[in-house]
């Protein structure tokens, strides 16, 4: 019989003023006793609404019966037969809006802890279990992946699965993509990552890096080496600006670059030669969980006061509630309604102050949320010494410059059919490069779905 309590066993966590000075994981995972205890909270409905939450289709029922019987193994088992990144995805996933969503738990209390749980049984397998690698058949086809982030991982692990060899092409020195250089250690460790990923080369796919392509190799060139489909996931790695006064004063950052330094760089590491700036003031624009991840890592990098600039109310913030309340716990200090009209900077043009101009919610826009509205005179200053644009990002032009039969939407998107096929023959695409900066589940899904396609039209061609 299931366990009727109406809220989540609690995750274990560091406190608030501890962790802000250091870059060790915040939630410190539940113990074996604390996982069963929270899978028998689970109904084991039998119409699963929490698996159509999923945009991976993780059998949710089925692994947290194997986690109430105490079987963790048999549990990983049955989520890595549709996930080949949980533990990932059990740190950094919106489960609120997904998974935990639609959970039948939530309509009386709070949903089951289905995030928690898969985070629990992939590091219970990381640190218990070997590793089985699959004998694979290979079919004789080859597919090449553009970009090692979470869309172009799934794809590249789905293929592997069925027998294709599998190339991933990464920019970067280090494969992961966003969850690398842009999750914080404090979220998702550098070290989860890299045991995801040696899975998956474990699974026989090769990763290969410094391989900018658009300037290394082009599209063409990659089909022309004897891939029989390509598969873009190259992300949205180009960040978006203001475009307002004093923008570019020395110390304004695109929330990308700095966390990129920080991740990448190693500025999280104490004692490490990176260049960042380690500043007294920081104000960070922008309400995502881009925004959360910049001011909380400058609060670990010794800024004093660290603000939070919003042009609306907390109520239309899209970063993960989650977020916002670690963020308010580690004294971020949020100042909402609020936009920045200006950087003031001094005579070396560094950065002393943002101007901003106080806001009030008007009629709803296009995205369902109240537009901000300038309350003429309202103009404010805040001194800081660094200003963070968390604005968004859009995918680099790089690929669509150099593929120019490849067809994009007016924000330099990739436009996909309904097989994630590209205009292009044989060129699939998805995550970030087709839909614009969004969560790594959803980018995963369509890594997955692309995998699929790719499978079906492969597997009939001679």
């Known amino acids: ?9 609690k995750m274990p966590e560091q406190e608030p003023q501890i962790r802000n000075k ?63 990144l949980p533990a990932v995805c059990g740190r950094v996933c ?41 004998k694979i058949e290979k079919n004789g086809k080859k597919v090449a992946v553009i970009g090692s ?25 280090t494969a992961g993509g966003v969850l690398v250089y842009g999750i914080p250690e404090f ?26 392509i658009g300037k290394v190799l082009t599209v063409d060139e990659i089909i022309d080496m004897g891939y029989d489909a390509v598969f873009i996931g190259s992300g949205a790695g180009l960040p978006m600006f203001m475009g307002i006064e004093g923008e ?6 695109s929330a990308n670059e700095y966390l990129t330094r920080i991740n990448l760089m190693k500025a999280y590491i104490d004692g490490y030669d990176t260049p960042i700036k380690h500043s007294k003031a920081v104000a960070v624009v922008g309400g995502g969980n881009v925004a959360m991840d910049a001011a909380r890592s400058a609060k670990r990098l010794g800024a004093e006061n660290v603000y939070i600039i919003y042009r609306r109310s907390e109520e239309e913030m899209p970063a ?4 916002i309340h670690h963020a308010k716990q580690e004294k971020i200090e949020f100042k909402l309604l609020c936009n920045p009209t200006r950087v003031i900077s001094d005579e070396n043009s560094k950065v002393v102050g943002i101007e ?23 103009e404010v200053l805040i001194n800081v010494d660094t200003v963070i644009m968390a604005l968004g990002t859009s995918p680099n032009p790089l690929i669509k410059n150099t593929a120019k039969d490849i067809e994009t939407n007016k924000r330099g998107c990739i436009i996909v059919d309904e097989n994630m096929q590209t205009s292009k023959d044989g060129v699939y695409a998805g995550g970030d490069a087709v839909t614009g900066a969004a969560t790594v589940i959803l980018a995963m899904g369509a890594g997955k779905k692309a995998a699929q396609a790719i499978n079906e039209k492969l597997k009939t061609k001679n």
């Open 248 to 253: 570019d004063s020395v110390g304004v950052y």
């Open 149 to 173: 982030g979470p869309s172009g991982l799934s794809c590249a692990g789905d293929l592997a699965k069925k027998g294709y060899e599998v190339t991933v092409f990464e920019a970067f020195h």
């Open 1 to 9: 019989m299931a366990d009727m309590s109406p809220v989540k066993t």
């Open 187 to 212: 979220r998702l460790p550098k070290s989860i990552v890299k045991s995801e990923i040696d899975g998956l080369k474990a699974l026989g796919v090769n990763i290969m890096t410094d391989m900018v």
């Open 356 to 378: 901003c101009i106080k806001m009030e919610l008007g009629e709803s826009d296009s995205s369902g949320r109240r537009r901000p509205v300038p309350i003429e005179g309202s």
């Open 22 to 84: 250091n870059f060790k994981e915040v939630a410190l995972g539940y113990t074996p006793e604390m996982a069963v205890a929270e899978a028998k909270r689970c109904l084991n409905c039998k119409n699963k609404p929490c698996v159509s939450g999923c945009p991976v289709n993780v059998k949710i029922p089925d692994f947290i019966e194997k986690v109430a019987d105490g079987d963790f193994e048999g549990a990983y088992k049955i989520i890595n037969e549709t996930n080949s």
């Open 320 to 323: 993960r509630g989650e977020e």
């Open 94 to 134: 919106p489960q609120e809006m997904q998974c935990e969503g639609k959970c039948v738990r939530g309509i009386k209390g709070e949903s089951v802890g289905i995030g928690r749980l898969e985070r629990f049984v992939a590091d219970y397998y990381r640190e218990n279990c070997e590793r089985i690698i699959p």
